[in-house]
């Protein structure tokens, strides 16, 4: 097919979508009306129920915490296949970074030290306080996960390497994700199903407020952090130390 | 009356960066208009109010995905040296 021809069949097709694209938007409800009664009835019960302020958390870790499971597994699962790809092969030794980074500018390790701190700072409360304002594990986990990437920014690659060996990485991965299945199991000699929240309430609007969410919110945030800052470090080491083996294989 | 404008105009911003990320020619520039098009994506979230959603896409796809593909954009462009 000539180019013009290529032009003209995806013109076509992307009209044809944008009608029934337009026809879908036209059969939706209203912004904000649920037509579902669920919803309804989560919004009513929640706080008073479970004594948590933000909703979103609670259906995730309270109401259907067995599926939060599933997705923590699976970023442990993404990051044990970026490990295996890019573990040590028998052509590759381990050099020194070499200096083929520039110095780096001041005002660079300023922004990224100053940047860095809040976003670690920011990254920490929005962990602890996933129950009470928009938060939670995942997204305070990543949080952290981008002031250390300032950090490396700021300092290079020898300081990171330094302050999160691998092993400390790869224990912190696994023990986060372990201890929500184990805060999950610790249910059930209390006579309870599987996650169930078994932990007394505090009073709401407190951080220790909704019983078992902010140990596992704790428990998921230390292990995203850890698995993000382990890709980035499997990658920066890839990227900046990894050698091929040089003279006779 | 001001959050449907808002809502329309953080679209169209979405629907702008995400045909600049096509138009770039060249992986670099594509990665930081990447990153801007992710920051997009945030506010559209926000504005819908879902923002456990938009603190996720935030750093996900505006600080560690440019992150990763332009180390290993460096690692390729050193091999091939």
């Known amino acids: ?249 | 009356m001001i959050l449907p404008v808002l809502q329309a105009a953080v679209l169209v911003l979405v629907a702008a960066s995400g045909t600049a990320v096509v138009l770039l020619r060249d992986p670099v520039r594509q990665v930081i208009a990447l990153g801007f098009f992710g920051l997009q994506l945030a506010a559209v979230c926000f504005v819908l109010q879902a923002p456990d959603v938009a603190l996720s896409a935030i750093t996900v796809s505006a600080v560690l995905l440019p992150l990763m593909i332009v180390a290993v954009l460096a690692r390729m462009r050193e091999d091939s040296r």
Do not use: C, K
């Open chain 1, 1 to 249: 097919m000539t180019a013009p021809a290529r032009r003209w069949a995806f013109l076509a097709g992307g009209a044809v979508l944008l009608g029934l694209l337009g026809w879908a938007m036209t059969g939706l409800p209203g912004f904000g009306a649920a037509p579902a009664p669920v919803g309804q009835a989560i919004a009513r019960a929640g706080v008073p129920e479970r004594g948590a302020t933000d909703i979103v958390t609670i259906v995730n870790l309270d109401y259907r915490g067995f599926d939060t499971i599933g997705e923590e597994l699976i970023l442990f699962t993404a990051v044990a296949a970026v490990v295996v790809l890019l573990r040590r092969e028998r052509t590759e030794v381990e050099g020194e970074p070499e200096d083929i980074e520039p110095a780096r500018d001041e005002a660079v390790v300023v922004a990224g030290a100053a940047i860095g701190a809040l976003a670690l700072l920011f990254g920490f409360y929005l962990v602890t306080h996933g129950q009470l304002t928009p938060g939670g594990g995942f997204q305070g986990g990543a949080s952290i996960a981008s002031g250390l990437v300032l950090v490396y920014l700021a300092a290079g690659y020898r300081p990171l390497a330094r302050l999160l060996p691998e092993w400390l990485l790869e224990a912190a991965e696994g023990s986060g994700a372990g201890t929500f299945i184990a805060i999950g199991l610790a249910s059930l000699p209390a006579g309870a199903a599987f996650l169930q929240d078994v932990l007394p309430r505090g009073e709401v609007g407190s951080v220790d407020s909704a019983g078992t969410v902010t140990p596992i919110y704790v428990a998921i945030g230390v292990a995203v952090a850890a698995g993000f800052a382990l890709i980035l470090l499997e990658i920066l080491t890839q990227e900046e130390v990894i050698r091929p083996r040089r003279g006779r294989r």
